[in-house]
């Protein structure tokens, strides 16, 4: 839906492909990358009655492993000279909810492989930071309401309200830009407020 030229749409199955290499071959035609956003996951909230193996690799392969797997590819000098990379955890890596224990895991992880990262991408002079979005008005909030969570309740804790994905677009766009160059192995809250 991007306006102009310049954009290219690479279509992939992050829960089974493995080695996204071809990707990058596509995504880099036109010359090296200098910037990545992973924003892809999903959000079982299951009991623990429920979280069987296949669940927990169904989530971690979306959440968690295509995460590292993009990281990898991209540190390719052949794909990328230097730059920034932005994982989208949650606020619930921090401070998970009843039943959101796979998914709390999976963004967690992102957080601290990419403070382990940071330091061993820092020789290539890549950034690598997470942002952990409160909630914000997004289609898997909307589910979430349906399933009987209540956004009242957690708009009453997050004093700013409840964000805009523009509000997480711009903490990417921040990320990804020369103004945070001194920023690595962070993990950013963009939450409202929540939890102070």
């Known amino acids: 839906m991007m306006e102009g030229t310049g954009h290219a749409l690479?279509?992939?199955?992050?829960?089974?492909?493995?080695?996204?290499?071809?990707?990058?071959?596509?995504?880099?035609?036109?010359?090296?990358?200098?910037?990545?956003?992973?924003?892809?996951?999903?959000?079982?909230?299951?009991?623990?009655?429920?979280?069987t193996r296949k669940r927990l690799q169904k989530e971690m392969a979306i959440n968690y492993f295509s995460y590292i797997e993009l990281v990898r590819q991209y540190a390719k000098s052949k794909f990328s000279e230097g730059g920034s990379i932005v994982g989208i955890s949650s606020i619930a890596a921090d401070r998970p909810g009843k039943c959101q224990t796979n998914y709390s895991a999976t963004k967690a992880a992102m957080d601290i492989a990419s403070q382990a990262l940071s330091i061993e991408l820092a020789a290539k002079n890549i950034r690598i930071n997470t942002v952990l979005p409160g909630m914000i008005q997004t289609e898997m909030v909307d589910r979430a309401a349906q399933t009987g969570i209540n956004l009242d309740d957690i708009q009453r804790v997050q004093m700013l309200g409840i964000g805009k994905p523009e509000d997480i677009a711009a903490m990417c766009a921040f990320l990804l830009s020369d103004m945070s160059r001194l920023i690595t192995g962070r993990r950013l809250f963009v939450d409202g407020g929540r939890f102070l």
């Open 10 to 51: 690479i279509s992939v199955d992050l829960e089974q492909d493995e080695d996204l290499g071809g990707l990058f071959v596509q995504a880099t035609a036109d010359g090296k990358l200098n910037g990545l956003v992973h924003c892809a996951g999903i959000a079982q909230v299951l009991p623990l009655n429920m979280l």
